[in-house]
């Protein structure tokens, strides 16, 4: 018999033991993709340096804000 309970059931586990190593590298690559600690640690210096650019432009576009609202406010009174 070529299709017996006993044959299907060895051929499910060689294709479960070939299938081991691929599964562990998933494992493997799913914990390094979902460890946000270690990624905060590994680009530390990148996130600080986006967030003071971010900071800055903020910084930035409230100074112009406030400059031009004072000009308008200058030239409304002499107006």
């Known amino acids: 018999m070529k299709n017996s309970p006993a044959r299907i059931e060895h051929e499910v586990r060689e294709i479960r033991h070939r299938m081991e190593p691929v599964i562990e590298e998933l494992d493997h690559r799913r914990h390094a ?9 590994k680009h530390r210096p990148t996130l600080v340096r986006g967030l003071v650019l971010v900071v800055g ?19 409304d009174n002499f107006a």
Request: aromatic share 8%; charged share 40%.
């Open 57 to 75: 432009a903020m910084i930035a576009m409230r100074a112009v804000k406030r400059a031009r609202s004072r000009k308008r406010r200058f030239a």
């Open 33 to 41: 993709l979902t460890d946000w600690r270690g990624h905060l640690r």
